[in-house]
């Protein structure tokens, strides 16, 4: 037992009958004052029903409870009902079991709970991965590691931006101002460079969009020297894109792209019609939403071509037939709200049970101190550029601090590109971002840094000690460990499986990153608190399982947030 939120409410379930088991454990507070208890419950929302004074349904409560193993005593204070945790049962019960799990505490090792497929990153191919592209990247990466731990079983999708008027417009900008060989030398650069100017000009001659349309019509019906042009564009984009994806450790089950599914799109819109929900409006075909009080979503344009949402849709039966998943995950900015809206109640009138399974996860966009990012404009940062430079910034660092190190330059790696990928998960994903070079490379506070330089503080401590990962820590006086900064890092661990799960049921990597940082503020307590390399060997041995234990902890949390965790540093 180490969930003791858990076992209050089932405790509390057990004298409420007006409020279910889950209801009582999401109303349990932790007092940030200690002496008010290790958990407490109000009682105010019982009023009305018991029609009693708060205070009274308290105490009354209380006389109800009696003595129970792991609390030392329970109270009513005015309307809460505190609950004080046997502090010596509390150390045994976290720490047997972090300490028999080792490095697989909090992790489920069997992955026999079902498919949750994760649709994340999705650049657009010729376009450059760019800052805009690092949210869906390390959401979604996280996301698919928080689940595993549950016990899923994920399928990570790349559903590459391939096809579209895009291209057409990138092939009417390569005929007119480039050429084989400079797109050879410079990849992405020149296929950026072009995009952009194909801009600049339409805006003089708007021809020029017309010109890019027909190019698109013709990849559609199958012109061999378009697709062509495509593909080697595709091809110079999945190589810039790898490079970036392996600096953040990040890869993917399937690179199924728009362009997969452009066989498969007739069937899907002839199913619309055979079960009377397409709509002719002005050419266009149509299913009307009018009842859920939003806009039709568009199947196809007048001219017959497809829209997003048909892909959409074509792709959500392609998984279900495919993976037969629990849970369809999309990572995809805010701003897509509506369209995803649209395309699920789709499926939902398709009269599909799955329907309740597909999920949009929203993230804020990032923006630039010069404004917002527009791949048409050109104003963009490269991701590859934030990356190196984060980990030039961790070389120097390193070179000032510790230039003995041993790994330099895996370190700096792993400290920089962590810090970034730290920086876009502590607040909410929700919240919009402006990227800022001097927040993203502070390695001081709250930040990926310092919970890095904790676990590899753990290491040390545990190195100079001779103690091995999977040390066996035999019989362990619990009495020592009841000072208050080792319950509080007692109490950190024993919330981290619950952490786990808040974080997938909200689909919010961000529990999970300000857990880390909870966790290492709490063992930077009990190391300023309690000397651990002591000469008395029983109190050495109790005071080095935390270590252990913390040091499981923050690897496994790292690990979740897609970040490694260095011994070194």
Known sequence: MSDFKLEIAKLLSSHIACLTQDEIYNMIEVPTNTDMGDYAFP??????????????????????IGEVSYLSRVENVNAYINFFLNKEDLVKSVLERVLAEKNQYGLETVKDKGNVVIDYSSPN??????????????????????????????????????????????IVAYKNYSSKEAVEEKGIAELLRIYVLFHEEAEKNPELEQEARDYFTKMEQGDEESLALWSWFKEISLKEFERVYKMLGVTFDSYNGEAFYNDKMAAVIEELEKKGLIEVSEGAKIVRLDDENMAPCLITKKDGSSLYATR?????????????????????????????AQWFKVIDKMEYDWAKDLVHVPFGMVSMESGSLSTRKGNVLLLEDILKEAVDKTRKVIEEKNPELPNKEEIAMQVGIGAVIFDDMYNNIIKDIQFSWERVLNFDGETGPYV???????????????????????????????????????????????TIEEAANKYEPSYMARYAVDVAQAFNKFYHDNAILVEDEKVKEARLAIVMSIKYVLENALYLLGIKAPEQM
């Open 312 to 340: 959409d849709i074509t792709a959500a039966e392609y998984r279900k037939a495919t993976y037969d998943f629990k849970k369809c995950i999309y990572v995809t900015a805010l701003q897509q709200n509506l369209h995803f």
């Open 452 to 498: 890095q330089y904790t676990h590899a503080r753990a290491c040390s401590v545990l190195r100079k000690a001779g103690i091995e990962k999977g040390h066996d820590f035999g019989s362990i006086d619990y009495s020592i460990l009841t000072d208050e900064a080792t319950v509080n890092v007692i109490k950190e661990l024993a919330d981290f499986k619950t």
């Open 125 to 170: 191919i010729a376009k450059p991965f760019h800052v805009g592209h690092l949210r869906s990247t390390v959401i979604g990466h996280s996301l698919y590691r928080i689940y595993e731990a549950l016990g899923y079983n994920c399928i990570g999708v790349n559903h590459l931006g391939d096809w579209g008027t895009q291209f057409g417009k990138l």
């Open 43 to 64: 009682c105010f929302k019982l009023a009305k029903e018991l029609r009693k004074a708060p205070p009274m349904i308290a105490q009354d409560i209380v006389g109800q």
